[in-house]
């Protein structure tokens, strides 16, 4: 597990020691080469939100769509190509705007899982109260104003 962290977390940190331990994992545990393939691309991806400029940006995505999805890549790396190609003008789009749906995903996240701990409310009020308690502090006056259909 503590080898897989490594391999997950960005490499930006400049530590050689952890670089050293990082480079003999992948030579040592890999001898199809797949993983570490996998690994410089994961580490370009977030090269992408360094850029300043969109023209830039949105070369280097085309750049790494390019290069996942030769036929000698790993299958897992030529969908992540597919999947860059479909996803491409939403994803250099973060350029214009800055800003990312984590917080709607995140929010999504806390609803399922009030959902799932409360093995399923009958009364939706209910349900709403706790998905509010959960996410942070509800606003008690308004809570009452609104009403569903």
Known sequence: MRNKRRLVHCSSN????AQERRSSLLELGDPDGE???TYQVKERLPDFYQH???????????????????PAMPPEIQRLGRTLTTWFGK???YHLAH????????????????????Y????????????????????WRLLKSITIQ
């Open 91 to 93: 994803i250099v789009n």
């Open 120 to 139: 399923g409310f009958r009364n939706f009020h209910n349900y709403r109260i706790r998905a509010l308690l959960y996410a942070g502090k509800p606003n």
């Open 14 to 17: 400049p530590d050689p020691l």
């Open 52 to 70: 300043a400029h969109p023209r830039q940006a949105r070369q280097m995505v085309a750049e790494l769509v390019t290069h996942c999805l030769k």
């Open 35 to 37: 993983v570490a393939i």
């Open 99 to 118: 800003t990312s749906n984590g917080p709607t995903e995140a929010l999504n996240n806390h609803i399922k899982r009030v959902k799932r701990v409360g």
